[in-house]
Protein backbone atom coordinates (compact mmCIF):
# COMPACT_ATOMS: atom_id res chain seq x y z
CA UNK A 1 0.00 0.00 0.00
CA UNK A 2 2.73 2.28 0.73
CA UNK A 3 4.16 3.96 -2.69
CA UNK A 4 7.85 4.61 -2.47
CA UNK A 5 7.43 7.73 -3.93
CA UNK A 6 6.18 9.92 -1.11
CA UNK A 7 3.82 13.27 -2.40
CA UNK A 8 2.79 15.48 0.25
CA UNK A 9 3.98 16.15 3.85
CA UNK A 10 4.25 13.36 5.97
CA UNK A 11 2.32 13.85 10.15
CA UNK A 12 5.89 13.96 11.52
CA UNK A 13 7.21 17.48 9.15
CA UNK A 14 4.02 18.53 9.98
CA UNK A 15 3.96 18.22 13.89
CA UNK A 16 7.46 19.61 13.26
CA UNK A 17 6.69 22.69 11.09
CA UNK A 18 3.58 23.80 13.37
CA UNK A 19 5.39 23.32 16.77
CA UNK A 20 8.00 25.47 15.75
CA UNK A 21 5.68 28.11 13.56
CA UNK A 22 3.86 27.83 17.35
CA UNK A 23 6.59 28.59 19.68
CA UNK A 24 7.80 31.39 17.64
CA UNK A 25 4.14 32.87 17.76
CA UNK A 26 4.46 32.37 21.59
CA UNK A 27 7.58 33.80 22.04
CA UNK A 28 7.41 36.64 19.44
CA UNK A 29 6.05 39.49 22.02
CA UNK A 30 8.03 38.71 24.66
CA UNK A 31 11.47 39.15 22.37
CA UNK A 32 9.69 42.85 21.22
CA UNK A 33 10.40 45.71 23.49
CA UNK A 34 7.76 48.38 24.89
CA UNK A 35 5.01 49.24 22.93
CA UNK A 36 5.62 53.32 21.55
CA UNK A 37 1.95 54.00 22.74
CA UNK A 38 3.44 52.81 26.75
CA UNK A 39 5.08 56.00 26.52
CA UNK A 40 2.19 58.35 26.41
CA UNK A 41 0.72 59.47 29.36
CA UNK A 42 -3.03 59.26 28.04
CA UNK A 43 -4.80 56.44 26.03
CA UNK A 44 -5.52 57.56 22.45
CA UNK A 45 -9.11 55.94 21.97
CA UNK A 46 -10.57 55.74 18.06
CA UNK A 47 -13.12 54.04 16.08
CA UNK A 48 -14.11 53.17 12.53
CA UNK A 49 -16.51 55.91 11.22
CA UNK A 50 -18.44 55.36 7.72
CA UNK A 51 -17.95 58.97 6.57
CA UNK A 52 -18.58 58.76 2.94
CA UNK A 53 -19.59 56.35 0.50
CA UNK A 54 -22.91 53.86 0.80
CA UNK A 55 -22.74 53.67 4.75
CA UNK A 56 -22.50 57.08 5.03
CA UNK A 57 -25.56 57.38 6.75
CA UNK A 58 -24.24 55.00 9.68
CA UNK A 59 -21.80 57.87 10.76
CA UNK A 60 -24.47 60.70 11.02
CA UNK A 61 -24.55 60.39 14.88
CA UNK A 62 -21.32 59.63 15.05
CA UNK A 63 -19.91 62.96 16.16
CA UNK A 64 -22.69 63.28 18.69
CA UNK A 65 -22.09 60.10 20.02
CA UNK A 66 -18.46 60.71 20.69
CA UNK A 67 -19.03 63.91 22.62
CA UNK A 68 -21.60 62.09 24.56
CA UNK A 69 -18.93 59.49 25.46
CA UNK A 70 -16.28 62.14 26.20
CA UNK A 71 -18.46 64.24 28.18
CA UNK A 72 -19.37 60.61 29.90
CA UNK A 73 -15.77 59.92 30.49
CA UNK A 74 -14.28 63.03 31.75
Not at 47 to 71: M, Q, R, V, Y
Amino acid sequence: MKDKEQRGITRREFMKTTTTAGAALVLAPSLAGKAFAAKRDHILIGHPNPSTGPLAGFGEASPWADNKAIDAIN
